[in-house]
């Protein structure tokens, strides 16, 4: 039986590396770079493409993959677009799209965490865009489409963790948040769960991060002595007078204990290797 065929768009980013990292062992995986991204030019999985400019159709009947995987950044607008085109290709194909979403699709509710098919409903630009796009995709027949929501990411090599590492050691403020209660991920943990759901075949809307919640404050500073850094610099930051939650948890679409962890996974993951 031939290996199933999967095209990351983003595969030059820190997420789309990662699956690609995970995934090209395991399945005919293709993925996208950014065109001034000369280091991946010589590898023959990777093709240049600019969402912005270039006209995906010619990519996907190129490669024609039964599973399509977004990590793309860039441009909210044009992401829009680029989405519909992926839409529109995954309904008239056999192929599946997974679409990395966000815990910012539920940042208007404050009182309580969120689960898969609660009404999403946000403030934020971005939180907007991410809906706009889920709205797009559910239009899509329930087996064609899964929407992976990710809380923030931490981990050795993460974005996250490396602005903590700059800010400190140019004794600049690290921001921490003490009313938000949130939970978080790592790169690592995440793209064995996006690897469990394609190896499964899953459907639907998924939460894919810590089983437990936290302070915002707490896990920063946390990660900060776990990292040992010495005497950082915070800057506390009150966007309201009450705790609010900014949290995605599963109800519905569980995973596996296996793949499920917590909050101090993540805290140690931070000083891995």
Same mark, same amino acid.
């Given at each position: 039986?031939?290996k199933?065929k999967?095209?990351?768009?983003?595969?030059?980013?820190?997420?789309?590396n990662?699956?690609?990292?995970?995934?090209?062992?395991?399945?005919? +995986?293709?993925?996208?770079?950014?065109?001034?991204?000369?280091?991946?030019?010589?590898?023959?999985?990777?093709?240049?493409?600019?969402?912005?400019?270039?006209?995906?159709?010619?990519? #996907?009947?190129?490669?024609?993959?039964?599973?399509?995987?977004?990590?793309?950044?860039?441009?909210?607008?044009?992401?829009?677009?680029?989405? /519909?085109?992926?839409?529109?290709?995954?309904? *008239? /194909?056999?192929? *599946?799209?997974?679409?990395?979403?966000?815990?910012?699709?539920? !940042? %208007?509710?404050t009182?309580?965490?969120?689960?898969?098919? !609660?009404?999403?409903?946000?403030?934020?630009?971005?939180?907007?865009?991410?809906?706009?796009?889920?709205?797009?995709?559910? %239009?899509?027949?329930?087996?064609?489409?899964?929407?992976?929501?990710?809380?923030?990411?931490?981990?050795?090599?993460s974005?996250?963790?490396?602005?903590?590492?700059? #800010?400190?050691?140019?004794?600049?403020?690290?921001?921490?948040?003490?009313?938000?209660?949130?939970?978080?991920?790592t790169?690592?943990?995440?793209? =064995? =769960?996006?690897?469990?759901?394609? /190896? %499964? /075949?899953?459907?639907?809307?998924?939460?894919?991060?810590?089983? !437990?919640? +936290?302070?915002?404050?707490?896990?920063?500073?946390?990660?900060?002595?776990?990292?040992?850094? +010495?005497?950082?610099?915070?800057?506390?930051?009150?966007?309201?007078?009450?705790?609010?939650?900014?949290?995605i948890?599963?109800?519905?679409? =569980?995973?596996?204990?296996?793949?499920?962890?917590?909050?101090?996974?993540?805290?140690?993951?931070?000083?891995?290797?």
């Amino acid at each position: 039986m031939p290996k199933k065929k999967i095209l990351i768009f983003g595969g030059s980013g820190f997420l789309g590396n990662a699956l690609y990292k995970e995934l090209n062992s395991y399945y005919n +995986t293709f993925a996208t770079f950014c065109k001034d991204n000369l280091s991946l030019e010589k590898n023959q999985k990777f093709y240049p493409f600019d969402f912005e400019q270039d006209p995906v159709s010619i990519l #996907l009947e190129n490669i024609k993959p039964d599973i399509i995987i977004s990590a793309v950044r860039g441009n909210f607008t044009s992401q829009i677009h680029f989405h /519909n085109e992926l839409v529109s290709w995954v309904y *008239k /194909n056999d192929c *599946k799209i997974i679409f990395l979403s966000s815990a910012n699709v539920f !940042d %208007r509710f404050t009182n309580y965490p969120s689960y898969e098919y !609660d009404k999403t409903l946000s403030e934020s630009i971005y939180g907007h865009f991410k809906i706009k796009i889920e709205n797009a995709l559910m %239009r899509l027949p329930a087996n064609k489409y899964v929407i992976a929501r990710v809380p923030m990411i931490y981990g050795h090599g993460s974005e996250r963790i490396q602005e903590i590492k700059t #800010l400190h050691h140019l004794k600049l403020p690290i921001e921490i948040f003490p009313n938000v209660i949130t939970n978080a991920t790592t790169v690592s943990r995440f793209t =064995q =769960q996006i690897h469990y759901l394609i /190896n %499964r /075949n899953k459907k639907g809307i998924f939460h894919l991060g810590s089983k !437990d919640l +936290t302070h915002h404050s707490d896990l920063i500073e946390e990660i900060c002595t776990t990292l040992k850094l +010495t005497n950082p610099i915070f800057k506390k930051v009150f966007d309201s007078n009450d705790d609010r939650y900014l949290a995605i948890l599963p109800k519905d679409n =569980q995973l596996p204990k296996y793949l499920q962890f917590t909050i101090d996974d993540v805290v140690k993951e931070s000083l891995k290797v």
